[in-house]
């Protein structure tokens, strides 16, 4: 099933404007509003009050790089030398001039290369998903149908710096409980070169509307001392990632832990794709004779799809901090499997041995690094505690190939219906502050990956 968003009223459609008039336009969009259309009436409406959420939205060439192997470095909008290079190498590849540039030509075949891999037929839909069509809301639409709120992007373009163009534009979506009163979204789209936004970004807080909450939505990988980052995460109450989209996923998962210790408000729409799992995974041990036996896990596998390895670690973070698991050792295997096994040391002394692994797929889903499946189990044969979860008939055949098949609970993880980031981050938006369970575990994690490989 797909959430499908509400129907949306257009108060004021994208209009360009100049920075300093921001403010007065969208003043003047509800000073204007109220004349009768046709039918002599027009519903009421009024301006958001929930909260403000800025939205850094990173040029689609570095991600696209990224998600086909050409390019490792940080998502953040730079087209510095590394980006350059891997420019170069996939224009070399697809037969395009070696100008170390992006292009519309050159996005035109890495659509085109990103939807054959995810076995998608039309190469318009193949963008990634952040990318941004600045001429519509509908990047921010499943976000404003339940949090009817003002929404500042901005979108870093390659090119010459001509300055930042600014547009507004309102939109009101149209619930059934409440067809005769419109709450509408704002939007504030600004768009140039990352030195042009440099500049006037010191100007985005007095357009956060006061007494608020103020969200960052950081649609890149975690870069602390990046000038943008820097102003507008001192500016908000919590800051939003969703490490799906990290280049380099241990550094990143680090650099995540290292801004929650310097005490900012960290949220990852990663975490909330682990739910169904971690919430399976304890119902396996709701029943009393199970609880008990829950002591007796020392063996852990996890599968997920290989590509990122953010979901796997987080998961396993989750549990080790749930079990009181200290990690002591860390070793890796690289091949057709990517392997990493880490062990921890459990309440009495009890070693665990805890292996994720990342199997190569046919094609690459719409979210990378999805779990497949996992297995509980003990090296002490008496032990209640066998639990297989699996997301396909695949993984479950894999896990009781490896003894999962010994009396327990096998169990099919029905994924979410919706695991886009605007979805999980609209439901996560309606109940924000600190997430002490995702701190807790990520700290486990961070500890995990900073085990010295042997």
């Keep these: 099933m797909v959430t ?61 790089l990224a998600a086909l192997g050409y390019y490792s470095g940080p998502i953040d909008g730079i087209p510095g030398p590394r980006t350059a290079s891997a420019i170069r190498e996939a224009q070399k590849v697809f037969g395009l001039e070696k100008t170390g540039k992006s292009s519309p030509e050159l996005l035109i075949k890495l659509r085109e290369e990103q939807s054959k891999r995810r076995g998608v037929a039309d190469s318009n839909t193949a963008a990634t998903a952040y990318a941004m069509d600045t001429r519509s809301p509908a990047v921010a639409d499943a976000i404003a149908s339940r949090n009817p709120c003002r929404i500042i992007a901005l979108c870093p373009v390659t090119g010459e710096d001509e300055g930042v163009k600014a547009q507004v534009s309102a939109y009101c979506p149209i619930q059934k409980q409440s067809a005769t009163t419109l709450i509408c979204c704002e939007y504030i789209t600004l768009t140039g070169t990352v030195e042009a936004l440099e500049r006037i970004v010191g100007m985005v807080p007095d357009l956060l509307i006061g007494g ?3 969200f960052l939505w950081w649609k890149a990988t975690p870069e602390p ?44 729409v990663n975490w909330s794709r682990l739910a169904a799992w971690q919430e399976l995974t304890a119902e396996a041990f709701d029943p009393p004779q199970r609880r008990a036996a829950l002591g007796e896990v020392d063996r852990v596998t ?28 860390l070793t890796t295997e690289t091949g ?13 002394d009890r070693e665990v041995e805890a292996e994720i692994a990342g199997v190569p797929t046919a094609s690459d889903g719409d979210v990378a690094g999805d779990l497949i499946a996992l ?32 009396a327990g609970i096998v169990n099919q993880v ?26 807790e575990s990520l700290a486990v994690t ?9």
């Design 225 to 268: 001392d990046h000038p943008i980052f820097k102003r507008l995460a001192a500016s908000c109450n919590s800051v939003i990632f969703d490490s799906n989209s990290f280049t380099q996923v241990e550094t990143n998962l680090i650099r995540l832990q290292e801004l929650i210790d310097a005490g900012m408000t960290i949220f990852d």
């Design 446 to 454: 961070v500890q995990m990956l900073k085990l010295s490989n042997s």
């Design 414 to 439: 029905t994924s979410l219906a919706d695991q886009s980031a605007e979805e999980l981050l609209s439901q996560q938006l309606q109940r924000w502050g600190r997430d002490v369970l995702f701190e």
């Design 302 to 329: 996890i599968d997920y799809e290989k590509g990122n390895s953010a979901q796997a670690l987080m998961f396993l973070g989750w549990l080790a901090s749930r079990l009181n698991w200290r990690p002591t050792k």
């Design 336 to 348: 057709d499997y990517d392997i990493k096994r880490f062990y921890f040391i459990a309440e009495g």
């Design 212 to 214: 608020l909450p103020k």
């Design 4 to 64: 499908q968003s509400a129907p949306i009223f257009s108060l004021q459609a994208p209009k360009d404007i100049s920075v300093s008039e921001i403010e007065a336009e969208l003043n003047q969009i509800w000073q204007s509003y109220g004349v009768a259309g046709e039918d002599g009436e027009l519903p009421a409406a009024t301006r958001a009050k929930t909260f403000t959420l800025i939205v850094y939205e990173p040029e689609e060439t570095q991600q696209l």
């Design 375 to 406: 297995r509980l189990t003990s090296t002490n044969p008496a032990a209640n505690c066998s639990t297989v979860l699996c997301s396909e008939t695949s993984g479950c055949m894999r896990m009781e190939a490896h003894g999962g098949a010994q």
